[in-house]
């Protein structure tokens, strides 16, 4: 099976990481802020906060910004459930703004006007994470001119983003954000097999993050109530978490972020190999944006269903069946039977719907071979034609 995604591990990833196991530090130690600063200062951030995954990332980005009871959070429908979780782990209640039909990212016309009903209501969002789905980056620096008229914050989530730019910036300075989070899950860009990072500009925030990714304990005597009472002396002085990254995902983090350039350089190769062979097939290929610079996570395709003989489940068995490793990001979040039991219903988000009617992700990673991507061309051929 040729999967649809996987990572790129080099002698230099392993040797870094059995240096570690052979080193005083397993978990969390001196390669943790090292990895911390690769990243911050790749993408452009000031502060770089690592943590076990990027769910735990978007769940202390929520706290960090005062996420609560009575609170609403805003996201994609069409987006891993982990960029909406965050907020009910919060007791927070979610909503969501449906998708651009052309980018597949929540669009920022439609937040416009559901900002408009929800401020007629006082039910105005504190949070909203806008998602860079497969890499491509939502319209920042519109959603940020809503969050200044109408009082959020914003997360960026860019799990599948590391590496892309906006406005010829890497995704990630938080320009038009508070926070931004990543993933190294073994799918995304770059690896730490597990993992994630929060890049923020504001100190106060990464300290907060910083805090509750460990119990919220501090052994910073600046940030004490009280007087020590010896050398042993901590405190805890939030209720916290155990999101620690160890040090041997954070030496194989420091070890891939070094290729990063190159893995997305890749995976436009791939993605460019694609849409000149898909020109004449019966469906859409990623469109891009003139502004921005895709990490090209995933190159997913939508089925124009009515110039075709096969269902878009039999398409899709047709390939798995044929040995290409297709996936669908998403099942759109409100259909899952968790948020419906909230009261979300089918027709809510039309165009979310649409989409996950008509799309499949095609196998795109940095390791893929020529020959392996010409045989997903040949049965995508045999498949629709
Ligand atoms: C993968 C992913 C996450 C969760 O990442 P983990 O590191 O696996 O927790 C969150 N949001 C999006 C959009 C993702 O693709």
Redesign the pocket.
């Known amino acids: 099976m040729i999967p649809y995604g996987r990572q790129d591990i080099c002698q230099d990833d392993v040797d870094a990481v059995v240096e570690v196991l052979r080193s005083d530090f397993l978990t969390q130690g001196p390669r943790v802020p090292s990895f911390e600063e690769s990243v911050a200062s790749k993408v452009g951030a000031n502060h770089g906060v690592a943590v076990n995954?990027?769910?735990?990332?978007?769940h202390i980005a929520c706290l960090a910004l005062g996420l609560g009871k009575g609170d609403w959070l805003w996201t994609s429908p069409i987006?891993?459930?982990?960029?909406a979780n965050c907020g009910l782990y919060c007791g927070a209640q979610v909503d969501f703004v449906d998708i651009d039909p052309l980018t597949y990212n929540l669009c920022a016309n439609s937040l416009e006007e559901k900002l408009v009903a929800a401020e007629k209501v006082g039910a105005l969002p504190k949070v909203v994470v806008p998602?860079?789905?497969c890499g491509q980056p939502c319209d920042m620096k519109a959603i940020n001119d809503l969050s200044k008229r109408f009082g959020f914050k914003i997360i960026e989530?860019a799990?599948?983003a590391i590496g892309g730019k906006y406005r010829n910036a890497y995704i990630g300075n938080c320009e038009f954000s508070d926070i931004t989070?990543f993933?190294?899950?073994p799918?995304?860009i770059v690896t730490t097999a597990?993992?994630?990072v929060a890049v923020t500009n504001c100190a106060e925030l990464s300290e907060k993050m910083r805090l509750l990714r460990s119990h919220g304990i501090t052994r910073d005597e600046k940030s004490m109530t009280k007087e020590a009472d010896g050398p042993w002396y901590y405190e805890q002085i939030a209720l916290g978490l155990n999101y620690r990254m160890t040090d041997l995902q954070a030496a194989l983090g420091i070890s891939q972020m070094k290729r990063l350039d190159e893995f997305v350089k890749r995976r436009h190769l791939i993605a460019d190999t694609y849409d000149k062979a898909f020109g004449s097939f019966p469906m859409k290929v990623p469109y891009q944006l003139y502004n921005s610079y895709s990490a090209y996570?995933l190159y997913v395709v939508r089925l124009n269903l009515l110039e075709i003989q096969n269902s878009h489940k039999e398409a899709f068995e047709a390939l798995r069946a044929r040995g290409i490793g297709v996936n669908l990001?998403y099942i759109p979040i409100h259909l899952h039977p968790y948020y419906q039991k909230m009261g979300f219903e089918f027709g809510q988000f039309p165009e979310a719907e649409r989409y996950y009617k008509e799309a499949i992700s095609l196998p795109i990673y940095p390791t893929m071979s020529e020959q392996q991507q010409s045989e997903v061309i040949h049965v995508m051929e045999s498949v629709l034609g």
């Open positions: 995954s990027a769910t735990s990332a978007l987006t891993f459930v982990a960029s998602v860079h789905m989530d799990s599948h989070v993933s190294f899950h799918v995304k597990e993992g994630g996570h990001h």
